[in-house]
């Protein structure tokens, strides 16, 4: 990973974030700078006084397919097929779309918890659960394929279903990283023509009361992560489509903190892209301890280049935050007749991810 | 593009069966099964009593992934004898979320009151200490990746793919096109499942999946459901062809887009997997199939059916054979050990049988291995993983000339 041998079109977007179902305009909402996260009606209950960015109502079903699959499907699987509905018009992809590939960042959150609650009522005896009566009765007690929402492939293949795409796939688990191969496994895909036009991105959410349980326990809330939720896709098109593409992927990397710090493999990073070269940053960090080393090292490499921070409107997505920033970056190139556009993007698994895109007319 | 040759370089496995891939030949050989009832916990009520586990090594309640995933890849590693800069070394895992213990599972039925509906206030109240009786590290299913990663040093490309039943196909796919287009060096790749367990045992069996015959018996006109298994088998691919007896000549991958549950009837997305594999490897045909083969009705007679349908008429001269009769449904590592047992078909000419197949059903017409291993001079063969959501992957596999 790094430069790409051929650059990538890109020939539509869908976003789906606590700003709506758009990616255009993104960029001027979340640099105007009046984001402010909201009381998470999810976790209301669960959680009282916690903010978030959240989606306050999940659009109607697109179609009969989508309205019978949606009592079905997670949180994130709905927050999938959104973006999924929205990247396909977008890019005015229609059906049959058997040659699209489909790569997914998908995380673990978004069973129904109510079913949750049913299935484990049912277990209990005299207050205690019971293996015996979980057997009998606790699974019997909700929706038989309850499992199907907490499987994480589903993300991946209920959108797939609803919307018909039938290509070479694959769903990786997520918490920053896994979303990045994502990306890269489409361009992949599409530079051995294992398919001709691909979706990549992610979808999750962190506003979801066992979620955020865990993620309090590990102590990132009280480091400053805000929790979020979105989903976003790129449309892809093969490097020698004649389609009109929005912008080009040119770089996708991952940096992994195994290896090195990521502000050690984000100087390096960036000596490699050349500098001049890059217009704006997107900066995508969990928090202010991933933020802020990461924000002085853009700013000392590219002095007076403009820096948008986008967890500060659209929170913690896990899964789904690289792909939105990605979104936010390709809105600021559209938008703004910037040249390039670099995506850093720093997730709860500490490694970093780096994505370009750049302008510039179709081959 | 440039591509480079994806060479084999060691095999691992711990299998209900044995310890070490090497100790699970000989029983998968004679067609031996290892499905057996459960005695680790009670499954009076359960909808299915029988597994193919991994019995005496673990306790209930912690999660096994890890340590099973480790055992395999040490002997594949071992036997790769690789050497490589650690930013040359990639990981590619199939697997799902791990599962908290029942101790947690009684925590979190606690939290969350005992009415029928989940208790939001009780729960955030007592989250933290539900919270602290789960550990991530052991539940996330990127967990298995990240220890493999440290353990041999990897630097390089790290990945989880979890698509179910595909999950351990998928995950060679990724390391081959990894090595192919020179990301890394060395991909350790494969996958494992841990699903002999109350949760998944009584998830599966709701859904009318198991078999209440408790037997697995792939392709036999007899078959009522698959039997959950457990394992690991891993692969350690490399660029280099030193010492190499086989490499990985095609990859496919396909969603059917159709049910959550059910195959696509026509095999539509399945036989797309394995037309794309067969491309890709430049070929019309293979000597050998280790089909997904997981004794459900459908499914069997569907695999057939697409089997059928992309060699024409030579299917009729293709061995194929399941090891899910004699393993069990490893789920997210079921395309990992099927891979593996094509690889000792390709370098050994040994054809596992599809163990407890005695009576081929009609619908699932296909040259069935039977009773005991084959001998037959195999120099390909094709492994295919399909899962639930329709998510397929399919692999060809060749001798190195």
């Not at chain 2, 298995?144 to 041999?152: D, G, H, P």
């Not at chain 2, 690991?232 to 969603?255: C, D, F, K």
């Not at chain 2, 490897?281 to 050998?288: F, K, N, P, S």
Request: with cysteine.
């Amino acid at each position: 990973m790094g430069p790409l041998e051929a650059r990538v079109p890109i020939v539509g977007a869908g976003a789906v974030s606590a700003h709506g179902v758009a990616w255009r305009g993104l960029s001027h909402t979340l640099g105007s700078g009046v984001c402010a996260p909201e009381p998470a009606t999810e976790l209301t209950t669960s959680h009282p006084g916690t903010r978030a960015f959240q989606l306050t109502t999940l659009a109607e079903p697109s179609s009969m397919a989508e309205r019978r699959a949606r009592p079905l499907m997670s949180r994130s699987a709905v927050l999938a097929s959104m973006a999924t509905s929205a990247a396909l018009q977008d890019a005015g992809w229609r059906a049959p779309l058997a040659d699209v590939g489909f790569y997914l960042g998908v995380g673990a959150s978004g069973g129904s918890v109510d079913q949750l609650g049913t299935m484990l009522a049912a277990s209990l005896d005299a207050g205690e659960f019971s293996l015996e009566r979980f057997g009998d009765r606790g699974l019997a007690a909700c929706n038989p394929l309850f499992a199907f929402q907490l499987m994480n492939n589903f993300t991946l293949c209920n959108s797939a279903i609803v919307h018909g795409t039938e290509g070479p796939n694959a769903a990786f688990f997520s918490r920053g990283t896994g979303t990045l191969f994502a990306l890269s496994e489409a361009v992949d895909a599409l530079a051995e023509n294992d398919c001709v036009r691909a979706l990549a991105g992610g979808a999750d959410s962190s506003v979801y009361a066992v979620t955020w349980a865990e993620l309090m326990r590990e102590g990132w809330a009280e480091r400053g992560l805000v929790p979020g939720e979105g989903a976003a896709l790129l449309a892809l098109a093969h490097p020698t489509s004649s389609a009109r593409a929005l912008a080009f992927l040119d770089y996708v990397s991952v940096h992994s903190a195994r290896r090195a710090a990521p502000t050690v493999a984000l100087q390096s990073a960036l000596d490699a892209l050349s500098p001049p070269s890059i217009d704006a940053v997107v900066l995508s960090a969990w928090g202010p301890p991933a933020r802020d080393p990461l924000a002085a090292v853009v700013a000392r490499a590219l002095r007076g280049r403009p820096l948008l921070d986008v967890a500060n409107g659209l929170g913690e997505s896990l899964a789904a935050s690289p792909a939105l920033a990605w979104t936010v970056g390709l809105d600021l190139l559209c938008s703004q007749d910037l040249g390039r556009v670099l995506i850093v993007s720093a997730g709860l698994d500490g490694d970093l991810g780096l994505v370009a895109l750049s302008a510039g007319a179709s081959p | 593009m440039s591509r480079r040759r994806v060479y084999v370089a060691g095999l691992g496995a711990v299998t209900p069966l044995g310890d070490t891939w090497a100790d699970s030949i000989e029983p998968l050989a004679q067609g031996r099964t290892a499905v057996a009832p459960i005695t680790a916990f009670d499954v009076r009520h359960f909808p299915c009593g029988v597994a193919a586990g991994i019995q005496g090594h673990f306790e209930l309640t912690s999660d096994r992934r890890l340590a099973l995933a480790e055992r395999a890849a040490r002997e594949a590693w071992m036997m790769a004898g690789v050497e490589a800069a650690p930013e040359r070394v990639g990981v590619f895992i199939g697997a799902e979320s791990g599962r908290a213990s029942l101790a947690t599972l009684l925590e979190l039925a606690r939290a969350a009151g005992a009415a029928h509906q989940f208790d939001h206030a009780s729960f955030g109240r007592k989250a933290r200490p539900l919270a602290a009786r789960v550990d991530a590290s052991s539940v996330s299913p990127a967990a298995v990746a990240s220890a493999l990663a440290r353990e041999f040093r990897a630097h390089g490309p790290v990945e989880t793919i979890s698509i179910a039943c595909a999950s351990g196909a998928a995950a060679l796919v990724e390391g081959t096109r990894s090595v192919r287009l020179g990301e890394c060096d060395v991909a350790l790749c494969g996958g494992v499942g841990a699903d002999v367990d109350p949760l998944m045992l009584v998830g599966f069996g709701r859904l009318g999946a198991l078999s209440a015959r408790g037997v697995s018996c792939p392709f036999d006109l007899r078959r009522d459901g698959f039997v959950v298994g457990e394992g690991a088998a891993m692969v350690v691919l490399s660029s280099n062809p030193r010492h190499a007896a086989l490499e990985v000549t095609g990859i496919g991958r396909s969603l059917d887009a159709y049910h959550l549950t059910k195959p696509d009837p026509d095999g539509d997305g399945a036989a797309r997997a394995m037309q794309q594999a067969l491309q890709d490897a430049g070929r019309a045909t293979v000597d050998y199939i280790q089909a997904h083969g997981t004794s459900t009705p459908l499914n069997d007679e569907v695999e057939a059916k697409a089997i059928r349908r992309v060699f024409g008429s030579s299917w009729a001269d293709i061995p194929v054979s399941s090891v899910k009769g004699a393993l069990g449904h490893w789920v997210a590592g079921a395309g990992a050990i099927g891979f593996l047992c094509a690889a000792h078909a390709v370098q050994h000419g040994s054809l596992f049988p599809t163990a407890n197949l005695a009576e081929p059903d009609p619908e699932c017409g296909l040259r069935h291995v039977l009773g005991r291993a084959a001998s037959l001079d195999v120099h390909s063969a094709l492994v295919n993983a399909f899962a639930f959501g329709g998510a397929n992957a399919c692999l060809v596999l060749e001798r190195v000339n």
